[in-house]
């Protein structure tokens, strides 16, 4: 089947889905243009990711990682949503059950207008306190160097609210996640811009191809299963999603 028999079958699948899901990674931003974090274009200042996104590089050396994520930050602010991110909230309009799981932590989903939008790495516009025990707060600051790194007023040390290397996946975003996997048939599965090196991705396309979904992949070097994923797209989310709808 050529590409263009392809979006006609998931035009048509599409059309009539009552309940669809999308899983999104760091692909539908590239097109964004922001650098997707393990590629080479990912590096800042010759550090490695595991240096400057885990508690261990956190904890030798927090206003290096603030000053990484302070630029992420300045980065993601002059970006802007672009057609993959718009035609997911369109399919989200006329979806009649909806659930988006993004890997994603720069909101450029909920910017382009998405709402049903489970974030399972964090966010980078929101800060909490690096010791625990504290709530998550928006924090949309692109700070000064030297109010780097961040701290509470009474001096505590505060981290960016997002998923690190060696940390576990947020236990009330996975299980909103698998509630809504589970809770009835997906009719439509999107995976889009992420790979299936990550055992949760595939858990969760899984669960809809076996519930007799249509599991489609849209990633200009598709990782998925071939038992898993019935229609593959090894393009970019901006060319393809749009003529979906």
């Known amino acids: 089947m050529n590409d263009q028999d392809s979006v006609a079958w998931v035009r048509a699948r599409l059309k009539q889905a009552r309940k669809v899901f999308v899983l999104t990674g760091a692909g539908i931003s590239a097109e964004s243009g922001i650098p997707t974090f393990r590629g080479p274009e990912g590096y800042w200042k010759n550090y490695s990711p595991q240096q400057l996104a885990s508690p261990e590089g956190f904890a030798r050396d927090p206003k290096l990682v603030w000053e990484w994520y302070n630029h992420r930050r300045r980065v993601i602010a002059g970006c802007e949503p672009n057609a993959a991110h718009r035609a997911v909230a369109e399919i989200e309009r006329r979806a009649g059950q909806f659930l988006l799981c993004t890997q994603n932590v720069d909101g450029l989903h909920q910017r382009a207008g998405s709402r049903c939008v489970v974030e399972i790495h964090g966010s980078i516009w929101r800060t909490r306190p690096a010791a625990g025990g504290g709530a998550p707060f928006e924090d949309r ?19 960016p609210d997002v998923v690190w290397f060696g940390e576990a996946l947020p236990a009330d975003a996975y299980a909103r996640v698998d509630a809504f996997l589970t809770s009835g048939p997906v009719d439509v599965a999107f995976v889009i811009g992420t790979s299936a090196v990550f055992p949760y991705i595939v858990r969760w396309a899984a669960i809809p191809r076996h519930q007799g979904a249509l599991v489609v992949e849209i990633n200009p070097a598709p990782s998925l299963p071939e038992n898993i994923a019935a229609v593959r797209f090894a393009a970019k989310a901006g060319d393809i999603l749009p003529q979906l709808l």
């Not at 600051?141 to 981290?159: K, S």
């Open 141 to 159: 600051t692109i700070y000064d160097e030297d109010q780097l790194p961040v701290r509470a007023p009474d001096g505590a040390l505060l981290r």
